[in-house]
């Protein structure tokens, strides 16, 4: 499976941002997704991540309340709505597809496939 992420860009703090992951090469209904960031110097955190049906979801404290996923079946696309951002929201966003786990998982080590990523940069 191929995961293209795109929707990144400049914005300043209080803005909003739409990123896109389009899912192609496998049945979309097979994964769990899940979008990460990583910052300049730090690790790979988790952002938020989605079941296969869209019902259910979790999120970092650090984005809940202000970052919503969702996915589209008719264009196999996984989004995060980032709303009210912050400067430390800065960083690369990497969307990832879990299949088999069945689970919800915050660990990135459980994913089998990853975007390029997209830079997101909030200023102050």
């Known amino acids: 499976v191929q995961l293209q992420a795109s929707g990144g860009g400049l914005v300043q703090a209080g803005g909003s941002l739409r990123l896109s992951c389009a899912v192609s090469?496998?049945?979309?209904?097979?994964?769990?997704m899940g979008w990460f960031r990583q910052a300049p110097g730090k690790e790979r955190g988790f952002v938020a991540a989605?079941?296969?049906?869209?019902?259910?979801?979790i999120y970092a404290d650090s984005v809940k309340g202000r970052f919503t996923i969702s996915r589209d079946y008719a264009k196999n696309t996984v989004d995060l709505r980032m709303n009210s951002l912050k400067p430390e929201d800065t960083a690369v966003y990497f969307c990832a597809a879990d299949r088999g786990s069945g689970y919800l998982s915050r660990n990135p080590s459980i994913y089998n496939y990853w975007g390029q990523g997209t830079l997101v940069t909030v200023s102050s």
């Open positions: 090469g496998g049945t979309f209904s097979d994964y769990t």
């Open positions: 989605i079941n296969w049906s869209g019902g259910s979801s």
